[in-house]
């Protein structure tokens, strides 16, 4: 066989190899892409995404869209060829495993914490949106989990408002460790609580709480590092009453991400005139009770996305910026927004035209 004849034989099967090892040989990496992206003042699947009964509400005009990422799945195996092709493409963003899916947490544990990052950010979006408005809404401690095997267990259960412990009443979740800290491990702590189901029948029946116990339980010492302090076992957390019906309907998205748009869309509704005037708003963000924007993951496919739809201004949390800006989608206007005040402000200027004043994002900022 000629030299040259070998040379390009055995430079051809080197190159099937290298194919070969990029298509069979996985690496630890996934991938995020645009999602979908859903008007929360229009319908989703046939019925309205914001769901408002027992207030008057009004018409609207434009669009406030919400947007998502999609994610490969947790037992995805990525080779390196897929790899290559995604930090090339313009459409995708090629991550390491770990970011997506941290300390080996399963498809199912991601989903699960996804669904209640969601219910929670609902949660918060109605409160966000209420109080822009002026809106009284009922607020109060809750026990969110209950940890197994801790002096908690059987004694206190998820939905349990806590009224006060060893007699000090309880404002806002934080209260709740500190006066258990107070304590030594193995002291006594004194938990004064309205069970769950008498909340729940409160709410129902729209009344006041009349069922209140006081449920003792013995601390134990934390087995975390450092010096050792006292716990029971519990989270708490917030739960609200609101004084009419609402109701967010958008199967098949988690994470919190969408709080700041389900805000606005609220918002919207509740209030005469249009937000918009008409125009196409996307924007993401989380968002919490006092209003708070915060960031999120995957900003840039969230911009591509809302463009991809017909977006011209997208509402980016203040953290999200400088990363967002790096590669903007022709014809998208980045708005900076820290706080849903910010985003009301920003769309007051969208909706009358006068855009010259918008706070937009930059590199730096």
């Known amino acids: 066989m000629p030299r040259r004849t070998a040379t390009m034989l055995a430079s051809t ?19 995020m892409s645009p999602g979908p992206t859903v008007n929360t003042l229009g319908e989703h699947d046939g019925e309205p995404v914001l769901q ?22 947790a037992d995805y195996k990525m080779n390196l060829v897929e790899a290559v092709y995604g930090w090339l493409a313009h459409d995708n ?16 544990q991601s989903t699960q914490e996804n669904a209640e990052e969601f219910s929670q950010s609902q949660e918060s979006a109605k409160v966000a949106a209420l109080k822009a408005l002026d809106i ?47 304590h030594k491990p193995g002291q006594d702590v004194v938990f004064t609580i309205v069970p769950a189901k008498e909340q729940a029948a409160a709410e129902k029946e729209r009344r006041q709480p009349t069922k209140t116990e006081k449920v003792t339980i013995r601390t134990a010492a934390s087995d975390d590092t450092g010096s050792k302090r006292a716990i029971v076992g519990i989270s708490a957390g917030t739960d609200h009453t609101f004084p009419f019906g609402i109701d967010i309907k958008l199967a098949d998205v988690g994470g919190p991400s969408a709080g700041l748009m389900f805000s606005l869309g609220l918002f919207d509704k509740l209030s005469p005139g249009s937000l918009t005037g008409g125009k196409f ?12 924007v915060g960031p999120i993951g995957g900003i840039e496919m969230k ?25 903007v989608p022709g014809g998208l206007t980045l708005v900076k927004v820290g706080t849903i005040d ?17 706070p937009k994002c930059t590199a730096k900022s």
């Open 342 to 358: 910010d985003a009301l402000g920003a769309l007051d200027g969208i909706r009358s035209g006068d855009t010259a004043d918008l």
């Open 281 to 292: 708003v996307a924007g993401t963000g989380t968002i919490d009770d006092d209003g708070k």
């Open 13 to 31: 099967l080197m190159l099937i190899a290298l194919l070969c090892a990029g298509v069979f040989i996985p690496v630890p990496y996934a991938e």
């Open 136 to 182: 009284p809404v009922q607020s109060w401690v809750i026990v969110s989990t209950v940890v197994k095997g801790t002096p908690a267990e059987g004694k206190l259960h998820a939905g349990d408002v806590i009224k006060a412990v060893d007699g000090t009443t309880v404002k806002e979740p934080g209260d709740v460790a500190k006066l258990v800290t107070k």
């Open 93 to 108: 963003k090629v991550v390491p495993h770990d970011t997506l899916y941290p300390d080996g947490k399963t498809e199912q």
């Open 52 to 73: 408002i009964s027992g207030r008057k509400t009004y018409p609207t005009t434009g669009n406030l869209n919400m947007t998502t990422v999609r994610v490969t799945s």
């Open 303 to 327: 911009t591509i996305a809302a463009r991809e739809k017909g977006a011209q201004y997208f509402l980016t949390p203040a953290d999200n910026c400088a990363t967002a800006s790096r590669d």
